[in-house]
Structure formats: C-alpha cells, structure tokens
C-alpha cells in the first residue's frame, strides 16, 4: 500500500516562497506518479500540478502556472511543490495523492490530476498566506 508524507506548511506572508515535499513508500522508484491538489476554506478540492517521473511530464494547472513548480528526487520518492509569490488566495490544506492503481506511467500525470483515477491522499499540511 502506498503512503504518503507531506510536510513544508507554514505560514508566510504574501509574495514569499515556499516549498512543499511529499515522500511516497510503496511507489516503483523509477516510474510513479505523484500530485499536489489543495483544498481552500469553504471550497472543493483542485487539482495544482502531477508529475510522472518516468520522464518527467506535467499537469500543471492554469491557476498556478508559472508559480509553482513540481520536481520530483527519484532516488527519495519524493516530490516537492516550490511555490513563488505566494498570495492569500492560496491559502489551503496542500494534499500529496498518488494512484491507487497505477496504469500507465507515461500518461498517469494527466490522469490523477484529471480526477480520472482512484486516489491515495496523503494526510495534507496547511499553508497560510497572509497579506
């Protein structure tokens, strides 16, 4: 069974930088795939970015792109979501998720951040924006 570990939160204030890591147990080291979703107050949970480390393809979603970045460290099975610029509006619960039931390495990126596929969630780990 996959587990997942997120750990980064905080609290920062608006126009600063942080950086999340997710590290995933239970994964093939060479091909899995990971993703940031996060969960504002009062709202639904939305997919940010999803990597597939077989060769490194993206989601990245509108809202975030050119912000935030997603890279993953292999050999840790870890990925890390660096956020830029940081505004209020991206105050949330940050959540790592990984298939449930991994398919096809080179197109599951797109899939898990699509909402297309049943999801392992990691615990989440609270980002504060102040302005």
């Known amino acids: 069974e996959v587990q997942l570990q997120a750990s980064g939160g905080g609290l920062v204030q608006a126009g600063e930088s942080l950086r999340l890591s997710c590290t995933a147990s239970?994964?093939?080291?060479?091909?899995?795939?990971l993703g940031w979703f996060r969960q504002a107050p009062g709202k639904g949970r939305e997919a940010l970015l999803c990597?597939?480390?077989?060769?490194?393809?993206?989601y990245i979603d509108d809202s975030v792109r050119g912000r935030f970045t997603i890279s993953s460290d292999n050999a840790e099975t870890t990925v890390y979501l660096q956020m830029n610029n940081l505004e209020p509006e991206d105050t949330a619960v940050y959540y790592c998720?990984?298939?449930?039931?991994?398919?096809?390495?080179?197109?599951?990126?797109?899939?898990?951040?699509?909402?297309?596929?049943?999801?392992?969630w990691g615990r989440g780990t609270l980002v504060t924006v102040s302005s």
């Open positions: 990597i597939g480390t077989i060769d490194g393809s993206r």
């Open positions: 239970g994964v093939s080291r060479d091909d899995y795939t």
């Open positions: 998720a990984a298939p449930q039931h991994p398919r096809d390495p080179w197109n599951d990126f797109d899939d898990l951040c699509r909402g297309r596929l049943p999801t392992y």
